[in-house]
């Protein structure tokens, strides 16, 4: 069980805003609330206005909002519908027990989590002291584990995010029964959601495999981490695949769905954009995205430049072109970040230890960002409507 108090907002309507623009989206909904009425949204907005703008309420106070969120691990056993109960107990633990709150079930991020809104401002106008928040809530958790089933810390949440149960590995000789891994390998790949011939290679590259086609028949390569060929060719049909026919219904299906990916899309180009900034290599940024189950595949030109990149989501099984998440995280923001001398080795990847690092601080990283439920679609929406209430724009 992750449960984490997120960066405390100027007041609680940002955090309302964003989870109410969730619910209108269809992905997330009110399941309790406390000394609000959750029937009625502009009411909650009022209520927490209201204290919030107690006159009593110190002009030093700049932070005004509580907002945390609960992310279930893989070996919890808490029921979700003793996450109220758990909310209930956690604000009373931490000095919240009289103050109004809400909370919202979310199911945009491809996982079933809980996100609490409400205010730090007292009835009487005092503020509730967050000093050593974090550590209090940790306390108050361990105490509380046990009896709602659930294990305390970030690796029961890590393990969920990273799981890799139906995703097979790389083609690996030294495994043995190399046909069997190739029809394991074109069977995930033909579930993928991907719009072209070229995107089904790319895959397939990353996995270890090569298509040969030639006429009437198409043939199965093995690929090295180098990219070069280790198993002799092997007719698709003696694995017992139409490979031709699973590549042409995968593409057909994903240009009829790949317009709908917008969330899909959203959750990728935040994960890009947070990492990119803070990666030092090529290599360096390929093994932090492929923690959150996204593979980039970067392709170069005869003299070594970037020259286009494509977005592989094992998570939501997509596939985008680098074009398709918007600006800045595209081919020519890796080539600046090579320019820049952010990345300040030319690192090229062996494919087969992508995904594999050491760095703790990495680890870190990756899970904060995982942990963030705002997108980069909502950080912009959340500035728009802060310029607009600026304005005089009011509920």
């Known amino acids: ?62 932070r005004l909002g509580f907002h945390m969120s609960i992310n279930p691990g893989p070996d919890d056993r808490t029921a979700p519908e003793r996450i109220p109960d758990l909310v209930r107990d956690i604000m009373e633990e931490l000095g919240y027990g009289n103050q109004p709150w809400i909370v919202y079930r979310h199911e945009d991020t491809g996982r079933v989590h809980w996100h609490v809104v409400s205010t730090r401002v007292a009835p009487d106008g005092h503020i509730i002291s967050d000093s050593f928040e974090r550590r209090r809530l940790m306390s108050a958790l361990q105490r509380l584990g046990p009896g709602y089933g659930f294990v305390i810390g970030r690796d029961g949440a890590r393990r969920q995010r990273s799981t890799t149960e139906g995703i097979p590995q790389r083609l ?55 990219g070069s060929a280790c198993t002799p060719p092997v007719n698709g049909k003696d694995l017992g695949l139409d490979i031709e026919g699973l590549m042409r219904e995968m593409t057909e299906r994903g240009r009829r769905e790949h317009p709908m990916k917008r969330r899909e899309r959203a959750r990728v180009a935040g994960i890009v954009r947070s990492l990119l900034p803070r990666s030092t290599s090529q290599l360096h940024f390929e093994r932090m995205a492929a923690k959150t189950g996204v593979i980039p595949v970067i392709a170069r030109n005869r003299t070594g430049d970037i020259s286009g990149v494509t977005w592989i989501d094992l998570t939501t099984r997509c596939v985008f072109k680098g074009s398709e998440l918007g600006e800045g995280i595209g081919a020519a923001a890796l080539r600046e970040a090579e320019a820049s001398g952010q990345w300040k080795s030319a690192e090229v990847k062996d494919s087969q230890q992508t995904g594999v690092s050491t760095r703790d601080e990495d680890e870190n990283l990756v899970s904060d960002i995982l942990d963030r439920s705002l997108t980069a679609e909502s950080r912009t929406r959340e500035r728009d409507m802060r310029k607009k209430r600026k304005k005089g724009h009011t509920l």
Do not use: W
């Open 1 to 62: 069980m992750v449960v984490k108090i997120q960066r405390s907002a100027a007041s609680a309507r940002q955090s309302l805003d964003y989870n109410e623009r969730k619910a209108a989206e269809g992905t997330a909904c009110v399941v309790a609330a406390s000394g609000l009425d959750p029937s009625s949204i502009a009411s909650v907005y009022l209520m927490l206005q209201g204290l919030e703008e107690n006159p009593a309420v110190s002009a030093k106070a700049e």
């Open 172 to 226: 690996d000789t030294a495994k043995g029964d190399v046909t069997g891994q190739m029809k394991e390998i074109i069977a995930f790949v033909s579930t993928l959601c991907v719009t072209s011939e070229r995107q089904a290679d790319l895959l397939l590259s990353h996995f270890g495999l090569k298509l040969i086609r030639g006429d009437g028949a198409v043939l199965v390569q093995g690929l090295d981490g180098r």
